[in-house]
């Protein structure tokens, strides 16, 4: 069955840098999309960053543009979304996600917290 395990996240002060990764498995992961998401309480869920299959394209949300990169290593199975520079805004549950046959697959998610 497909799975997703986000992992990385934690406390980190304004300024500060987090990588969090996603391992996937139960799936062709080399022939998928692979997206992150975060969502705080009481809000919607916001698409963070999204890249295709073979990374050769990249989308990323304006709030994080310039701050957060998202990459893939396909021989892993595994997602990574990098994030520098980080604000309080960013604190969030941050959701690793693909959708296969119009079905949306979630991980559990990991939890970034910005604050001094």
């Known amino acids: 069955q497909v799975q997703l395990v986000e992992s990385g996240g934690g406390l980190v002060q304004p300024g500060g840098s987090l990588r969090l990764s996603c391992a996937a498995s139960?799936?062709?992961?080399?022939?998928?999309?692979m997206s992150w998401y975060r969502r705080v309480p009481g809000q919607e869920r916001e698409l963070v960053a999204r890249?295709?299959?073979?990374?050769?394209?990249?989308n990323y949300a304006d709030s994080v543009k310039g701050r957060f990169t998202i990459s893939r290593d396909n021989a892993k199975n595994t997602v990574y979304l990098q994030m520098s520079s980080l604000k309080p805004e960013d604190t969030a549950a941050y959701y690793c996600?693909?959708?296969?046959?119009?079905?949306?697959?979630w991980g559990p998610g990991t939890q970034v917290t910005v604050s001094s």
């Open positions: 996600n693909t959708r296969l046959l119009f079905n949306d697959y």
């Open positions: 139960g799936f062709a992961f080399s022939m998928h999309a």
């Open positions: 890249i295709t299959n073979l990374g050769s394209s990249t």
